[in-house]
């Protein structure tokens, strides 16, 4: 199985701050790889997928980088709405889906 | 605007079964383009892929969690659904519905799910005797 590692697990951040989100896929996966968010209480939201194409909807704010076994999330500019805990997932294995532990990005 | 609803008992006794349907509503569950999948979140953790299945019945499972699942799908209801037997503690979970954005299928039973764009809101389940 395709193990997804996040790092960091948790992040403190200040409005405005660039922050970056690291994920590293235990064998390559290309850049069969997606980006999540998800807010307390309620369900994820597809930010990124295919490694770096931005979802329908999404601000400019987030991008997505890497292929083979890491990858990055960056949001430029940290607005309030962007509290919350990210995950990345691979779809490289066929029929079988794994996730990142999560990463909670927290307001200094 | 697609929109998808989980429903099912909220709680469930040890080494009984879980069910819960998704409904689909704004959009057909027989588009070709589409997937449709289970994930879960016990209580403080991260999300967990249970499985997913193509409108023809053509199913994915996690591997842990594929002795004890079954999704299938009822496209005149435009729904699916999600059972899970012999239940523990473990099981405890948000369950969440999702749609995903498509898929690739190689043959033999082999497909690559793309990402879930469309959840559910998510219920819980609790299982306890």
């Known amino acids: 199985d395709i193990q997804m590692t996040q790092s960091p697990s948790s992040l403190t951040a200040s409005i405005g701050d660039r922050v970056t989100i690291t994920c590293r896929a235990s064998q390559t996966i290309n850049t069969f790889l997606n980006w999540y968010l998800q807010k307390p209480g309620k369900a994820p939201e597809l930010l990124i997928y295919?490694?770096?194409s931005l979802q329908n909807g999404v601000p400019s704010r987030f991008s997505g980088s890497g292929s083979g076994t890491d990858f990055t999330l960056t949001i430029s500019s940290l607005q309030p709405e962007d509290f919350a805990t990210y995950y990345c997932?691979?779809?490289?294995?066929?029929?079988?889906?794994?996730f990142g532990q999560g990463t909670k990005l927290e307001i200094k | 605007q697609l929109q998808l609803q989980e429903s099912g008992p909220r709680l469930v006794k040890p080494s009984e079964t879980l069910s819960l349907t998704c409904s689909v509503s704004?959009?057909?569950?027989?588009?070709?383009?589409?997937?449709w999948g289970w994930i879960r979140q016990s209580p403080g953790k991260g999300l967990e892929w249970i499985g997913s299945i193509y409108y023809s019945g053509s199913t994915s499972y996690s591997p842990s969690l594929k002795s004890r699942v079954t999704i299938s799908v009822d496209t005149s209801k435009n729904q699916f659904s999600l059972k899970l037997s012999s239940v523990t503690a473990a099981d405890t979970a948000v369950y969440y519905c999702?749609?995903?954005?498509?898929?690739?299928?190689f043959g033999s039973g082999s497909t690559r799910l793309y990402g879930l764009d469309v959840w559910g809101q998510g219920t819980t389940v609790t299982v306890s005797s």
């Open positions: 295919s490694a770096s």
């Open positions: 999702a749609r995903h954005k498509g898929g690739y299928y």
């Open positions: 704004g959009g057909s569950i027989s588009n070709t383009n589409y997937y």
């Open positions: 997932q691979q779809y490289y294995s066929t029929s079988v889906l794994t």
